[in-house]
């Protein structure tokens, strides 16, 4: 019986390490805030979490168009904390302000169930042509280990 236990627990071991290994992403923090003018609407996006000296790191990437006149195409990577979702939701985007111009912007994101904003920065490349149903953002190459 013992021994029956024992195994039991080095099996579920690694499942449980997995649970906690695991960081959820953010969504776009909704409440306006006048500081951010920027409309972030991510397209598409990627995460990959790598756990270091107990510590857990997510790098992510993906596509989107800051909205305006005229729409800007962008692609961009960022390490924040669980990374974030594209926008579902019509008329959902990201608030955004420009920490160095053309080049690194911060986003609004929040944490699901929880009521306070966490910024994230990301690095953007700007296109020359925002993407579209005629421009599709690129494929996500993604390698999940």
């Known amino acids: 019986m013992r021994s029956a236990i024992l195994v039991l627990a080095i099996l579920a071991a690694p ?3 997995a649970q906690a290994f695991h960081e959820m992403p953010r969504v776009a923090w909704s409440t306006p805030n006048p500081d ?5 609407r991510v397209l598409s996006s990627d995460r990959h979490q790598e756990r270091h000296s107990g510590m857990i790191y997510t790098n992510s990437y993906g596509s989107a168009n800051i909205l305006g006149n005229p729409n800007i195409g962008l692609d961009y990577i960022s390490n924040c904390d669980g990374g974030f979702l594209h ?3 019509k008329g959902e985007y990201y608030q955004g302000k420009w920490k ?6 911060e986003i609004l994101v929040v944490q699901t169930g929880q009521n ?5 920065r990301i ?3 700007l296109k020359p042509a925002p993407y579209s149903k005629d421009n599709p953002p690129p494929r996500l190459v993604t390698s999940h280990r």
């Open 123 to 125: 690095d953007v490349t």
């Open 87 to 89: 926008n579902a939701e």
């Open 116 to 120: 306070h904003f966490e910024k994230c």
């Open 36 to 40: 951010y003018p920027l409309k972030v």
């Open 15 to 17: 499942c449980l390490g």
């Open 100 to 105: 160095k111009q053309d080049r690194e912007i």
